[in-house]
């Protein structure tokens, strides 16, 4: 079935960076947009970044610009975000996403804490 | 940006009862608009999308409408595993936005 499974969440200090990484499995991951999502604790959802099946356009919510980068493997199925100069208000559960248009396949989410 | 305000923040409602969810955003997104339900420690999960249009697998009571920058999210016979917490967003324009939420608990 189609999956993503990220990893790579955990405890930083702030100033300091962390690479988020998420798996796909069970779909042409070549073929599909793909998002990363965040959702501190308590609150809504954010949406951080996309990038296209070729890595042609990439967007960035004005709160990560200059300081997070999506990329992806088409080789390897594989979606990270390189963050750094990381803020405490950057803590948040990281979700990666499938969507052409809406995002209709999520993982179960990763951690990251930033704090001293 | 394109700002998104659901109402309400908050619904009390029974097993049984038609909910109702409208979602408004700051300029037209016809007819780029997403219902997803998200409930605690779980992902969201897509249940509308296109304003209108039921992803699959999603049970039917479940319904979206609206066009323009008025937009509404129904459930037509609310059942045990409903109370969640809803979001809109939109996909007209980057950075896609989402609604604050609205969380429905037991009455």
């Known amino acids: 079935q189609e999956e993503l499974v990220e990893s790579g969440g955990g405890v930083v200090q702030p100033g300091r960076s962390l690479r988020l990484s998420c798996a796909a499995s069970?779909?042409?991951?070549?073929?599909?947009?793909m998002h990363w999502v965040r959702q501190a604790p308590g609150k809504g959802l954010e949406w951080v970044a996309v990038?296209?099946?070729?890595?042609?356009?990439?967007q960035y919510a004005d709160s990560v610009k200059g300081r997070f980068t999506i990329s992806r493997d088409n080789y390897r199925n594989t979606l990270d975000l390189q963050m750094n100069s990381l803020r405490v208000e950057d803590t948040a559960v990281y979700y990666c996403?499938?969507?052409?248009?809406?995002?209709?396949?999520w993982g179960q989410g990763t951690t990251v804490i930033v704090s001293s | 940006d394109i700002q998104m305000t659901q109402s309400p923040s908050t619904l009390s409602a029974s097993v049984g009862d038609r909910v109702t969810i409208t979602c408004r955003a700051s300029?037209?997104?016809?007819?780029?608009l997403a219902w997803y339900q998200q409930t605690p420690g779980k992902a969201p999960k897509l249940l509308i999308y296109?304003?209108?249009t039921l992803e699959s697998g999603v049970p039917s009571r479940f319904s979206g409408s609206g066009s323009g920058t008025d937009f509404t999210l129904t459930v037509s016979s609310l059942q045990p595993d409903d109370f969640a917490t809803y979001y809109c967003?939109?996909?007209?324009?980057?950075?896609?936005?989402f609604g604050q939420g609205t969380k429905v608990e037991v009455k």
């Open positions: 996403a499938r969507g052409q248009s809406s995002m209709d396949v």
């Open positions: 069970g779909f042409t991951f070549s073929a599909y947009v």
């Open positions: 990038i296209w099946y070729d890595r042609s356009n990439k």
């Open positions: 300029q037209s997104i016809t007819p780029w």
């Open positions: 296109k304003a209108s």
């Open positions: 967003q939109q996909y007209s324009d980057f950075p896609w936005t």
